[in-house]
């Protein structure tokens, strides 16, 4: 069984464009929940999709986006790229909330130059 | 808001020795799950145990055991036997049991080095 896949595995832009990042769950899960992980702020939320529709979302700025399609893959966008944005993506997938366990992905690599 | 911290930035040990990793979180909610993650270089998060709030007994998971304090709000983690295999960061993190959320909140994380 495939785990979650995280596309592309590194990404360099400059400030002011914008990115996109995806994210393949394990198939049947239907929750995708995204994070950002940096050296000086750790592992923050970003949002978590579950039946194409966003059911949460953490303290991020509007330059942050995403988007969850019916086979559940989902995508994040940052738009306006700003140098504090270089990090790690990780995406997480599970079937549901409450007892299910998150599976992650090995991240999307993010640098801004 | 609930929040995970763990005060051990970094931890050493002996191959086949033991070591625990501590964790302390706040929150008001009764009904929660808490897990280790771990983060080898290679940058996967693995899921290492999970503790069910409602449930008394001590998570373990062969070499992996927790000693979770609840009205502490404690929840260490102890590494038996510990192999090369084993250096990583770990990470703490607690989510609510509700069902309405896969959100999880990490703590800083403790990078663990095994010594040959």
């Known amino acids: 069984k495939a785990g979650v896949t995280q596309t592309p595995r590194y990404l360099i832009k400059t400030r002011g464009q914008q990115v996109t990042l995806s994210c393949s769950p394990i198939?049947?899960?239907?929750?995708v929940s995204w994070y950002q992980q940096t050296p000086g702020q750790g592992l923050q939320f970003l949002f978590e999709?579950?039946?194409?529709?966003?059911?949460n979302k953490g303290n991020f700025p509007g330059r942050f986006s995403g988007r969850q399609f019916s086979n559940s893959r989902s995508e994040m966008n940052v738009s306006t790229l700003e140098l504090g944005d270089s990090a790690l993506y990780l995406c997480a997938s599970s079937f549901a909330g409450g007892e299910n366990i998150q599976y992650f992905g090995a991240g999307t690599r993010l640098s801004v130059l | 808001a609930q929040t995970v911290t763990q005060s051990q930035p970094e931890m050493s040990v002996q191959e086949a020795e033991t070591v625990t990793l501590s964790c302390t979180y706040d929150t008001s909610e009764s009904d929660y799950y808490l897990f280790w993650y771990k983060q080898p270089p290679s940058r996967q998060m693995i899921l290492v145990i999970r503790q069910e709030a409602y449930k008394q007994q001590n998570a373990t998971e062969n070499r992996f055991s927790v000693n979770f304090q609840k009205a502490a709000k404690s929840f260490s983690l102890k590494i038996s036997d510990s192999q090369l295999g084993d250096a990583a960061m770990y990470f703490c993190a607690y989510r609510r049991r509700d069902g309405a959320t896969n959100k999880l909140i990490f703590g800083t994380g403790t990078l663990l080095a095994v010594q040959p």
């Open positions: 198939s049947g899960h239907r929750s």
């Open positions: 999709y579950f039946s194409e529709t966003q059911r």
